[in-house]
């Protein structure tokens, strides 16, 4: 049976870190109306008491090699991945968690060091080998085929396969290869991943992840001042392969700073924008800025309510965005908030809960909203992996 969450009496180590429409009633209750309709809307709730804490399934020794990467609703449950590519904990396994009884369950081990994501891709589910145990001839994927998770061994010198997408009818694997001519860093495919093509002409550095955004995909590598400038340019696919846009990748991280490894994490499609959080590093990735851009050449960076809360995670159900992030407190703890809005431009927030550790990534069932605890290299947390629930009768009263 879950257990409630609890703050801890001592104060605990000091660390760094997607809804279906709620009914009327709700909508309501969160706007504040009394009798009359007047008078300021009465403020969020904190659920920290009520909170449910469903499990630690990982047996990792590693506290970092426990950090929930990415959450994914799929099938009836929920996808879990975690891991460790920089000390290589591995192999690693895929979790699922039934959003239903909170039972969790171990269903495929891969060959990874880390799950890093999963991508639900023309109704399928996917997992990119984002760090494999196998020699670097070869990548893998993951597909999840009748029910039961299938390993792919195809992608060419795929020492890291970062991200998929699919566009046009194409599947297309984003790399990190040993940047070794002729290694080419972005591959695509036309029998669903047997066999694969060079889908550019002379990218061989780390592309990280691919976006489809107004009917358009682009690849983005990782940002660094210490590359030569046509490494940082976004890539565009233009039906034959991936071009450079011009565009340096500079240009979409407004809020960042000058002196670091920057990424674009979580790009998510709402409104006519990609929303995206902004990310110092790029394995043990920190989340600086929350950011949109519409026309892939200019961004600007977006203000929620709390300025010291930091982005983790975004998630769409509908015509809602829900942010998920984190403000550090003085005694070691954070606040998890989750923040809502229809139009990128007013944001209220829908609850707040206190805990041990940052919530990594989210997702949401029926109205409840699972969390996946987590914390930086260099800063391990003991509530590091930690599955949290909050359900929707909690926040909606």
């Given at each position: 049976?879950?257990?409630?969450?609890?703050?801890?009496?001592?104060?605990?180590?000091?660390?760094?870190?997607?809804?279906?429409?709620?009914?009327?009633?709700v909508v309501l209750a969160a706007c504040g109306d009394g009798p009359t309709g007047s008078g300021?809307?009465?403020?969020?709730?904190?659920?920290?008491?009520?909170?449910?804490?469903?499990?630690?399934?990982?047996?990792?020794?590693?506290?970092?090699?426990?950090?929930?990467?990415?959450?994914?609703?799929?099938?009836?449950?929920?996808?879990?991945?975690?891991?460790?590519?920089?000390?290589?904990?591995?192999?690693?396994?895929?979790?699922?968690?039934?959003?239903?009884?909170?039972?969790?369950?171990?269903?495929?081990?891969?060959?990874?060091?880390?799950?890093?994501?999963?991508?639900?891709?023309?109704?399928?589910?996917?997992?990119?080998?984002?760090?494999?145990?196998?020699?670097?001839?070869?990548?893998?994927?993951?597909?999840?085929?009748?029910?039961k998770w299938v390993k792919h061994r195809t992608i060419p010198n795929g020492l890291h396969t970062?991200?998929?997408?699919?566009?046009?009818?194409?599947?297309?694997?984003?790399?990190?290869?040993?940047?070794v001519p002729g290694h080419l860093t972005l591959q695509v495919s036309a029998d669903r991943g047997?066999?694969?093509?060079?889908?550019?002409?002379?990218?061989?550095?780390?592309?990280?992840?691919?976006?489809?955004?107004?009917?358009?995909?682009?690849?983005?590598?990782?940002?660094?001042?210490?590359?030569?400038?046509?490494?940082?340019?976004?890539?565009?696919?233009?039906?034959?392969?991936?071009?450079?846009?011009?565009?340096?990748?500079?240009?979409?991280?407004?809020?960042?700073?000058?002196?670091?490894?920057?990424?674009?994490?979580?790009?998510?499609?709402?409104?006519?924008?990609?929303?995206?959080?902004?990310?110092?590093?790029?394995?043990?990735?920190?989340?600086?800025?929350?950011?949109?851009?519409?026309?892939?050449?200019?961004?600007?960076?977006?203000?929620?309510?709390?300025?010291?809360?930091?982005?983790?995670?975004?998630?769409?159900?509908?015509?809602?965005?829900?942010?998920?992030?984190?403000?550090?407190?003085?005694?070691?703890?954070?606040?998890?908030?989750?923040?809502?809005?229809?139009?990128?431009?007013?944001?209220?927030?829908?609850?707040?809960?206190?805990?041990?550790?940052?919530?990594?990534?989210?997702?949401?069932?029926?109205?409840?909203?699972?969390?996946?605890?987590?914390?930086?290299?260099?800063?391990?947390?003991?509530?590091?992996?930690?599955?949290?629930?909050?359900?929707?009768?909690?926040?909606?009263?």
């Amino acid at each position: 049976m879950p257990r409630t969450l609890q703050r801890s009496a001592a104060p605990p180590r000091r660390v760094p870190r997607r809804a279906v429409g709620l009914a009327a009633a709700v909508v309501l209750a969160a706007c504040g109306d009394g009798p009359t309709g007047s008078g300021p809307p009465p403020p969020p709730p904190d659920v920290t008491a009520a909170v449910d804490a469903l499990g630690t399934p990982f047996t990792e020794a590693s506290l970092y090699a426990r950090n929930v990467w990415d959450l994914q609703r799929f099938g009836g449950v929920i996808h879990i991945g975690h891991g460790d590519s920089t000390d290589n904990w591995g192999p690693i396994a895929i979790w699922s968690l039934d959003p239903a009884t909170g039972g969790l369950t171990s269903e495929f081990t891969t060959s990874e060091e880390q799950v890093d994501e999963f991508r639900v891709l023309d109704g399928e589910l996917y997992v990119p080998g984002h760090d494999p145990r196998d020699d670097w001839t070869l990548g893998n994927f993951y597909r999840l085929e009748a029910g039961k998770w299938v390993k792919h061994r195809t992608i060419p010198n795929g020492l890291h396969t970062f991200d998929l997408a699919t566009h046009g009818g194409l599947l297309f694997a984003a790399l990190g290869a040993d940047s070794v001519p002729g290694h080419l860093t972005l591959q695509v495919s036309a029998d669903r991943g047997q066999t694969w093509q060079p889908g550019t002409d002379n990218v061989l550095g780390r592309v990280y992840t691919l976006f489809e955004h107004g009917g358009e995909l682009y690849g983005f590598p990782a940002f660094w001042r210490v590359f030569p400038i046509e490494e940082h340019q976004v890539l565009r696919w233009d039906g034959t392969r991936f071009v450079r846009t011009g565009v340096e990748l500079d240009a979409l991280l407004p809020g960042a700073p000058q002196d670091a490894v920057l990424r674009v994490m979580r790009p998510t499609e709402f409104a006519g924008a990609m929303v995206y959080v902004v990310a110092r590093r790029t394995f043990d990735w920190r989340p600086v800025a929350l950011a949109m851009t519409r026309d892939m050449r200019t961004a600007q960076q977006v203000a929620l309510p709390d300025a010291g809360a930091v982005p983790f995670d975004l998630l769409v159900r509908g015509g809602t965005l829900y942010v998920l992030t984190a403000t550090p407190q003085a005694d070691g703890s954070f606040v998890t908030r989750v923040y809502q809005t229809s139009d990128l431009s007013g944001w209220t927030e829908l609850f707040h809960f206190t805990a041990p550790a940052f919530a990594r990534s989210f997702e949401e069932n029926g109205g409840d909203f699972f969390f996946g605890l987590g914390c930086t290299y260099t800063a391990p947390n003991a509530a590091t992996g930690s599955l949290l629930r909050v359900r929707r009768a909690v926040y909606a009263q």
